[in-house]
């Protein structure tokens, strides 16, 4: 494995980021290549935990020749959001300095079918040149996996419909509970831009041996040994299975039982009708009835009509919750993935 230390020149003088970037080569050109990053929103380390043990295992088959395809590994893909803390609280969804989500707004091809990236030496928000160097590492490969998580969640992963059912090894080998498959984006995350790009490449529209993917590993605070190697053992299964490393074998594990896989217009966001202090009565994983109490907000303490009632919308799968008990009228209170579809149609995230 060669590992580069990249810079990126922040806005201002006496003030840089550094981009590590591993890099490590299979023995077979006509293998997938693969480009993994974690940590594009700083404040979510499931990711990052899981590829320090999967790096190990990917150094160890190129070591022993059992590596096939190429990779590019960026495990601190944000280090602008990663430098970002308020009065002790970390913040690394949003950029401080422009209010812009570090998974919006990355370059796509425009109209005319070009995309236009900012270089190392664009006289632009360091952010946007950082985008357009995740973009480029990512170029070429179709494998390109961004690891994130959500609020509490089980863990899931976000699809291009086109590319699913062929993408469910990816969520049987992480022994995932849901996929959310979108077909038109209007955010320009990572996972979007990437696609585009890679729809751009494929001018027959053949995408097959394709997956790029945001994996939404649980909850931010699941963050543990045993979660990060099996995560990890996830990713490498997966990786076998589309002959990046050689395995004597081919692994075929099934999607789990009761795997929920839905277009993304079936998600119901739940909003807090009042703000307060929140106690839930569902938790990520459960099935829920129309009309059954999520969760009820107090708003009086120890009065009577003090709290406000949520009630499930319809019939569906709790996906995720809120991680914070003190909420605002309008908050999103959970995500729950309703057995007929929320909406008409949706186009870009969930959430801001
Ligand atoms: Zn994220």
């Not at 807090?272 to 999520?294: I, M, N, S």
């Amino acid at each position: 494995m060669k590992t580069e230390i990249e810079t990126i020149v922040g806005e201002t003088p006496g003030i840089s980021y550094e981009l590590i970037v591993h890099r490590l080569e299979g023995t077979d050109v006509s293998a997938p290549r693969v480009y993994i990053q974690s940590g594009l929103h700083a404040d979510e380390r499931p990711g990052v935990a899981a590829l320090h043990f999967l790096i190990p295992m990917l150094e160890q088959a190129e070591a022993e020749g059992r590596l096939r395809g190429s990779l590019i590994l960026v495990p601190h893909a944000n280090p602008i959001g990663a430098a970002q803390h308020l009065y002790g609280e970390h913040m690394g969804r949003f950029a401080t300095g422009t209010r812009t989500n570090f998974n919006r707004d990355f370059p796509v091809p425009g109209d005319d079918g070009m995309r236009h990236l900012d270089k190392a030496s664009a006289p632009v928000f360091a952010e946007r040149r950082l985008k357009s160097r995740l973009l480029e590492l990512a170029d070429g490969c179709p494998i390109v996996l961004d690891l994130h998580c959500d609020d509490e969640s089980v863990q899931y992963v976000y699809a291009p419909e086109v590319l699913w059912p062929e993408m469910s090894d990816l969520a049987a080998c992480l022994d995932a509970e849901a996929a959310l498959l979108w077909d038109s984006g209007a955010d320009r995350a990572f996972e979007e831009a990437v696609f585009e790009q890679m729809q751009a490449r494929a001018p027959d529209g053949d995408l097959s041996g394709h997956c790029v993917t945001t994996v939404e590993l649980r909850g931010q605070n699941d963050v543990d040994v045993t979660l990060a190697r099996k995560d990890a053992e996830g990713l490498y299964r997966f990786l076998q299975g589309r002959g990046v490393v050689a395995a004597d074998t081919t692994p075929a594990p099934a999607l789990k039982a009761g795997f929920v896989g839905k277009p993304i217009r079936h998600v119901d966001m739940v909003t807090a009708p009042a703000g307060g202090t929140l106690l839930f009565h569902v938790a990520p994983g459960d099935r829920v009835e129309a009309g059954q109490l999520l969760a009820e907000i107090i708003t009086n303490p120890g009065c009577k009509g003090g709290s406000v009632e949520v009630r499930a919308p319809q019939a569906g799968y709790v996906l995720t919750r809120r991680i914070r008990r003190f909420i605002r009228m309008g908050d999103n209170l959970l995500k729950i993935i309703s057995d007929t579809a929320a909406v008409a149609s949706r186009k870009g995230a969930l959430e801001d």
